[in-house]
């Protein structure tokens, strides 16, 4: 069993897997439940102001896509912040942070947009011993129409505003959220760090609406004939949030910028990808609203056997690795050539690979009558459709054309590294620079 | 009183009218709505997929499975129907061990196809308590003559209904249906589906039914000619195979006989079934019998086949689901002779002999036509026929079990008598 201990931004935890601000942190039943399954910390559910709590509505709060034998997809949710008096989740916190010290308790804020509020607010925190402070900027649905939640993240003035109040008022580790519904990741994480926030998490739920009723014609979740957009989650944003992390992690100036990764992580090795594009921990939450927290067990028991096979004695040696190789479209090597290989012991015949490259790709499969399937050099892209669509995992494989070797489509011998940059067809090439 | 499965000799009522409709439920029950979809999801839509190649009435398997992944399965079934209108029937008799299901490609890489059977049923039973979604076309003015009201017969009919001819459909027995009615298992034909089928078929209106019409008796092929514009033969094989041993022979019978009383009774429990049954023969009907006979109540039940397990006709399902219900095969036994209680074979090709306790001994050694009209030429005795189903006598068509081309089986039989509707219909309106 490998060291799975997490030093995230001076908060400890046993493991990098916590639970992001959301119903499972909800309150003190679940919080303690959640550490006695294995979790390694929580971001307690948004704290609001104090006063009457803000109030959730009493239809369906959650709209799902489901994929093969319904397995959950993407969740979508319009959920508010904790709908429970501030004074009840402050004595909550104190009371499981006082059981579990080695545990991370971070506290999720959302209050209204001026000083007076968060200085208010944080010095209530103070008292919990609580770890640190995520400052909830993402929150896309009813706290947005209020001025709060991703009204606030999606200005970056007012990120660098706020987060300078923070850090003006508490001593707390400061962890920024940052909403997806942006269109560039670099101006909110700027800001953030402009402002002084010690690390940003990224990402919360994307703007959506997850399904039509075609009998009664609302969106769903349907709340008395009518439908709200509400935010997207589940393993169905990963790529989305995967990007959002590598565009901070592989950025100059945002790149000594701690992040927690967040945004459908749902098995050890989703983590492991968080990771290894620059997240320094990771946050669930669909995972454990779909299977229980029961789901941090093959967390951890994934990432130690990862991390044994591979040699790895520190979760720290994960993070990044991969962030030196994402780089832009045009940094890649135009001159790398590989072709699609079909496995003829693994091939099942269905036909899938040749029905895709035949009428949307490069009708580089051949089908003969007797149903073999195979690969036409002089043709193939190397595209990676068939791959994808092949149901038999590694029965399609990419093999690279070496040096020198001439792939039969061009005609021409594979040669060493060149990139669009510097690429005759590029207009941008000045001639003989 | 029932009788137990001791009782000598051959008796009614082994088991309780209750014990007996529980042995005969579904053989695959109905999938849920769940089921289906869990089910549906497994199908890969493979490109010109080999399930569809091997489906004699060739429907679209991946679309009409995809359409019930999609939560619309009466498109399912039209899908279905387009191409096999029994498409009911067929999801519940066919040998899919052998047809779709052997050659999907979930088959051929796990050992676990796509259960392209159980969704068929699914799809087609949404919608056979609506109304049948053909309707005729304009009255052609044409009249055609259908002999034999079985699978190939309904299939044509159907079809020719469909292109506006008017058709009457004759059968000898009182009942339309053909084998659905009169033979396939009666655990895989429940709730009288072969006759709410039948009528939901007929309901496309222009085919007129009459039963108790023979071929040979009632009926010539000359006269049917003279009054109709074409005629389709769908006779069946209506005659068994003789079996001709040294011994009384009282207690032995017809396999198709048997079943045909027992599919036609109410609830099974007036049919006598023996303590000891033999069934001679190695195919569907064999097991079919075996297996009946062992739902019924009898104490054992043999089936004895002249080869080895390898030629049995029965697929290794059949021949599995046979021996799971308690029926023993033996295999190379030769038929020599019956006396009181008992029959004796012969290991076949030596002299060594097997005796069997049997009260019962029932023939299931093949079918073959009867009453085919003297004008048509057969082959291998069947009335040989072209791949569109026509017969050496112009204006006839054939399909279905008593014609030449592919297996005997219910769904070949839809497959002929749809095709030659078409040739039918194409040869009508050119006005050959
Ligand atoms: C016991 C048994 C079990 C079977 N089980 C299966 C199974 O599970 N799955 C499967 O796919 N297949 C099965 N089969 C085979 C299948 O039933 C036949 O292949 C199919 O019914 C053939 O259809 P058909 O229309 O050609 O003939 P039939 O269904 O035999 O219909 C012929 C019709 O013609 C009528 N007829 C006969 N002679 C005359 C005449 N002289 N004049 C007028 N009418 C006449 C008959 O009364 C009958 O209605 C089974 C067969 C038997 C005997
Ligand atoms: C029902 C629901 C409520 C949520 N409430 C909050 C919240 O109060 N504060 C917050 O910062 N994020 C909230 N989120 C967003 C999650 O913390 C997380 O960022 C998002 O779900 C992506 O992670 P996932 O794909 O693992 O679910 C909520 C998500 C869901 C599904
Ligand atoms: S890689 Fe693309 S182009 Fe090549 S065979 Fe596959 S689908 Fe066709
Ligand atoms: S998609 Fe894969 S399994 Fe299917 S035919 Fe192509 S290579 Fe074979
Ligand atoms: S062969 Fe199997 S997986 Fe392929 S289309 Fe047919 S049922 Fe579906």
Do not use: M
């Given at each position: 069993m490998a060291d799975l201990t997490s030093n995230f931004i001076g908060i400890k935890s046993p493991n990098p897997f916590w639970l992001a601000s959301a119903p499972p942190t909800d309150k003190e039943y679940n919080v303690r439940r959640a550490f006695e399954a294995g979790w390694g910390g929580v971001v307690w559910k948004t704290l609001g102001e104090d006063g009457p709590p803000v109030v959730n509505v009493n239809g369906p709060r959650y709209g799902a896509i489901h994929g093969?034998?319904?397995?959950?997809l993407g969740l979508n949710n319009i959920e508010l912040i904790t709908d429970r008096p501030l004074e009840v989740n402050l004595e909550e916190i104190t009371r499981v942070k006082k059981d579990y010290p080695d545990r991370a308790v971070v506290v999720s804020l959302m209050v209204p947009c001026e000083e007076g509020p968060w200085r208010d607010i944080l010095r209530r925190v103070?008292?919990?011993?609580?770890?640190g402070v995520e400052l909830n900027?993402?929150?896309?649905h009813g706290m947005a129409e209020r001025g709060m939640g991703s009204a606030v993240g999606q200005v970056p003035e007012y990120i660098q505003m706020v987060t300078e109040w923070v850090k003006k008022h508490s001593d707390y580790p400061c962890i920024v959220k940052l909403t997806p519904?942006?269109?560039?990741i670099l101006h909110p994480a700027k800001a953030a760090l402009a402002g002084g926030a010690d690390a940003v998490s990224l990402i919360n739920t994307i703007n959506s609406?997850?399904?039509?009723?075609?009998?009664?014609?609302?969106?769903?979740?349907?709340i008395d004939g009518w439908g709200a957009h509400g935010g997207y989650c589940g393993p169905a944003v990963k790529p989305i949030a995967l990007n959002m992390v590598a565009e901070i992690a592989r950025n100059p100036e945002t790149a000594n910028l701690p992040i927690s990764g967040i945004g459908g992580v749902t098995t050890w090795r989703d983590a492991v990808e968080f990771m290894a594009l620059g997240a320094g921990n990771v946050q669930v939450c669909t995972a454990a609203m779909t299977?229980?927290?029961?789901?941090v067990q093959e967390m951890i028991s994934g990432l130690s056997q990862y991390m044994d096979e591979k040699g790895i004695t520190s979760v720290d040696e994960i993070v990044g690795r991969a962030v030196p190789k994402a780089?832009?479209?045009?940094?890649?090597?135009?001159?790398?050539v590989t072709k699609a290989e079909i496995n003829q012991d693994l091939?099942?015949?269905?036909?899938r690979c040749y029905a895709s490259c035949e009428d949307?790709?490069?009708?580089?499969i051949a089908m003969s009558e007797d149903r073999v399937f195979t690969v036409k050099d002089d043709e193939?892209?190397?595209?990676?459709l068939c791959v994808n669509v092949c149901?038999?995992?590694?029965c399609i494989t990419m093999r690279e054309i070496p040096?020198?070797?001439?792939d039969e489509r061009t005609g021409k011998p594979v040669e060493t590294y060149a990139n669009w940059t510097t690429h005759p067809n590029n207009p941008s090439v000045v001639a003989g620079e | 009183m029932s009788q137990s499965?001791?009782?000598?000799?051959i008796a009614a009522g082994r088991k309780t009218r209750d014990a007996i409709a529980e042995s005969f439920s579904d053989l695959h029950p109905p999938l849920s709505a769940h089921e289906a979809l869990v089910a549906a999801d497994r199908?890969?839509?493979?490109?010109?997929a080999p399930c569809m190649t091997a489906c004699p009435t060739s429907i679209d398997i991946p679309l009409f499975i995809r359409q019930i992944a999609t939560g619309t399965e009466e498109a399912a079934a039209k899908t279905i129907f387009d191409q096999n209108i029994l498409g009911g029937m067929c999801a519940r008799v066919c040998p899919t061990e052998t047809l779709c299901e052997q050659v999907c490609v979930r088959e051929v890489a796990e050992?676990?196809?796509?259960e392209i059977g159980r969704l068929q049923r699914f799809a087609t039973d949404s919608v056979m308590?609506?109304?049948?979604p053909y309707s005729r076309a304009a009255e052609t003015g044409k009249t055609v003559a259908v002999v034999g009201a079985g699978p190939a017969g309904l299939a044509c009919a159907h079809r020719l209904a469909m292109h506006g001819h008017s058709v009457t459909l004759l059968d000898a027995?009182?009942?339309?249906?053909?084998l659905n009615e009169f033979g396939i298992a009666a655990y895989k034909s429940t709730d009288d589906f072969a006759q709410n089928e039948l009528n939901w078929l007929l309901s496309i209106g222009g085919i007129t039914v009459e039963t108790g019409?023979?071929?040979?008796a009632d009926l010539s092929l000359g006269q049917l000619q003279q009054d109709y514009d074409a005629v389709f033969l769908?006779?069946?094989?209506?005659g068994v195979n003789a079996l001709t041993l040294d011994g009384?022979?009282?207690?032995a019978i017809d396999a198709v006989d048997w079943i045909a009383e027992m599919r036609q009774?109410?609830?099974?429990?007036d049919i006598a079934v023996g303590r000891n049954v033999v069934v001679i023969g190695g195919g569907m009907t064999a097991v079919d019998a075996a297996v009946q006979s062992k739902l019924l109540g009898a104490e054992t039940v043999t089936i004895a086949y002249r080869k080895g397990k390898e030629n049995m006709s029965a697929s290794e399902y059949e021949q599995d689901l046979a021996t799971s219900k308690g029926v023993h095969i033996l295999f190379n036994a030769t038929p020599k002779s019956l006396s009181d209680g008992a029959i004796t074979f012969t290991r076949t090709g030596t002299d060594e002999e097997i005796t069997l306790a049997a009260d019962q001994v029932m023939r299931a050694i093949g079918q073959t036509l009867e009453?085919?009209?003297?004008?048509i030429a057969l082959e291998h005795g069947k009335i040989k026929i072209d791949e569109v189903g026509?017969?050496?006598?112009?204006g006839v068509w054939a399909g279905g079990d008593?014609?030449?081309?592919?297996?005997?089986?219910t769904v070949t039989a839809v497959a002929e008598g749809r095709d030659a509707a078409e040739d039918i219909h194409a040869t009508l309106m050119k006005g050959e």
């Open positions: 093969a034998d319904r397995r959950l103070e008292d919990t011993g609580a770890d900027f993402g929150c896309p519904n942006i269109t560039n609406i997850t399904s039509v009723n075609l009998d009664t014609f609302a969106p769903e979740p349907t299977y229980g927290f029961k789901v780089k832009d479209w045009q940094d890649l090597n135009l001159n790398f091939c099942i015949q269905c036909g949307t790709s490069h009708q580089a193939c892209v190397a595209c990676n149901p038999v995992e590694d040096l020198g070797e001439v | 499965h001791q009782a000598a000799g199908c890969y839509f493979c490109h010109d050992g676990k196809p796509v308590d609506r109304p049948q027995r009182a009942k339309a249906g053909g019409k023979a071929l040979g769908s006779i069946g094989l209506a009384n022979h009282d207690g009774s109410k609830d099974k429990t009453a085919a009209p003297e004008a026509r017969t050496s006598v112009t008593c014609a030449t081309g592919g297996e005997d089986l």
